[in-house]
């Protein structure tokens, strides 16, 4: 009889990272929808745009819940949405150096418990503290976001072996599962029970994802009990010499000062966040108010993009791989390749949602295509920080999404704007215009000028000196 053998422990870790990632979206675009019913509406906007051209369309039905609703204007509800990216802006930079220090494990896990103490707050700082309250509420939630994904790219940089990377970058694909399925729930939630609990479930699913994590994780297989010693020499043995113990201050200096693969990193990675926080800020309210779906069935349409997106990320994690195995490119001819997927392809499919105005099928189509191609991020840019310095990947991805980040503060005002100053459809037009330029060419920058190669200061301060002696 063939003798089946367990798959390795690291499989486990990846679902953890999906669940992770998937967690950390959840609470970041929640909002979207869940806006949507908290706002008073006026008798100025309760006529999606293109309902004039579609006799066929009614009006949303009738708020029956009693909950309790505001008078927010647009630019209200632009604070509300990026008062999460205010606070994620001032931990994400210093969230891969307290990974480094107090490791993943811990700085997840607390991470994740204090955000679901907070979403589970949401509906009291609301109705108590108002506007005010929720923009308190959010920064603080945005606080203890910032310090995941770089904590996450810690994690992998521990249990990943080199040639597996792109399977594990993959798994952080599950925040376009998170943000498929929060839409859908806190839609459904929303309409039945009031907006109050398209937070309180949230909470309660967090609480079994903080328990989970607790148990299943740990910083590095060697202080896991679980894995097979196999698999941590498997994993000690493949990690090329690159990464190492030592707990030392990252080099920020010579990545901001002196390295021009660094800067195509942050700009590439600008483009990428500008259109994912684009569609997550807006893409419900485009279908609403625009497109005029009614909350369930715009929640569940601007779902679709990210189902593609975690459909095609998984794909070209796998292409990625296999091109590395079978060394058809070098590394950095991988990662330029494929921001062709990445970014440019998303460029050109939000400047033709121009094309199809108020035809619901190919606007729709459009957004599916830009996130379905954006998946490719997992081989091209989203990957760099590893390949550029596997000691410090979470500190490199903390510091590029210390500038990126600030996406998510001006994307939603931009919207805000944009849609308060041009009435009808030119208002959206030039919001998804403007992300597809942006898309293009932060793609331009990173084929120029990025790079897939390990730098100079990957290596911790100490390591020349234990390496000369060695060779002696």
């Not at 994400?92 to 994740?112: A, D, F, K």
């Not at 998510?408 to 459809?425: A, D, E, R, S």
């Not at 919001?431 to 293009?440: D, K, Q």
């Not at 793609?443 to 301060?461: A, D, Y």
């Amino acid at each position: 009889m063939v003798k089946l053998r367990a798959p390795p422990y690291r499989l486990w870790i990846a679902v953890m990272i999906f669940m992770t990632s998937f967690t950390n979206y959840m609470l970041r675009a929640n909002m979207s929808v869940s806006i949507i019913k908290m706002v008073e509406k006026t008798k100025k906007n309760q006529t999606a745009v293109c309902a004039t051209f579609d006799n066929s369309t009614k009006p949303p039905p009738k708020d029956e819940t009693g909950s309790k609703t505001f008078k927010w204007n647009e630019g209200d509800v632009g604070w509300i949405l990026s008062g999460y990216f205010y606070g994620y802006f001032l931990t994400v930079m210093p969230g891969g150096m307290i990974s480094n220090y107090i490791g993943p494990w811990h700085t997840i896990l607390w991470s994740g418990a204090g955000s679901a103490f907070l979403t589970g707050l949401t509906p009291i700082c609301a109705i108590k503290g108002g506007l005010a309250g929720v923009v308190v509420n959010r920064f603080f939630l945005g606080l203890l976001g910032g310090v995941v994904y770089p904590a996450i790219h810690d994690l992998i940089a521990k249990w990943a072996p080199p040639k597996e990377k792109g399977k594990f970058f993959a798994a952080m694909m599950g925040n376009t599962l998170g943000t498929v399925l929060t839409w859908i729930v806190v839609a459904a939630a929303t309409s039945a029970w009031g907006w109050e609990w398209g937070f309180y479930v949230l909470t309660i699913f967090m609480l079994f994802y903080c328990i989970a994590f607790g148990i299943i994780v740990r910083d590095k297989p060697d202080s896991h009990p679980w894995v097979s010693d196999e698999e941590k020499k498997h994993i000690a043995e493949s990690q090329e010499g690159h990464l190492t113990k030592k707990k030392v201050f990252p080099p920020y200096h010579k990545m901001l000062c002196f390295n021009i693969p660094f800067w195509a990193l942050v700009v590439a990675q600008l483009g990428n966040l500008w259109g994912l926080n684009l569609i997550i800020t807006y893409a419900p309210k485009f279908m609403a108010e625009t497109l005029g779906f009614n909350i369930k069935a715009s929640a569940g349409l601007a779902a679709l993009p990210y189902l593609a997106r975690l459909l095609f990320s998984n794909v070209f994690g796998i292409v990625g791989d296999y091109m590395r195995k079978k060394d058809i490119m070098s590394v950095t001819k991988i990662r330029k390749f494929f921001i062709i997927f990445s970014h440019f392809i998303p460029g050109a499919c939000m400047i033709l949602i121009r094309a199809f105005g108020c035809m619901k099928e190919g606007a729709i189509a459009m957004l599916v295509l830009n996130q379905g191609f954006n998946g490719a991020c997992v081989v091209s840019h989203l990957v760099n920080p590893q390949d550029l310095s596997p000691n410090f990947a979470g500190s490199v991805f903390g510091i590029v999404n210390f500038f990126c980040m600030t996406t998510g503060i001006f994307v939603p005002k931009i919207t805000g704007y944009l849609k308060t100053h041009y009435k009808g459809f030119t208002g959206p037009m030039l919001i998804f215009m403007i992300g597809g330029i942006v898309f293009i060419a932060t793609g331009v920058v990173f084929i120029l000028f990025g790079s897939g190669e390990v730098q100079p200061w990957n290596k911790k301060k100490g390591e020349d000196e234990e390496e000369t002696a060695e060779a002696k």
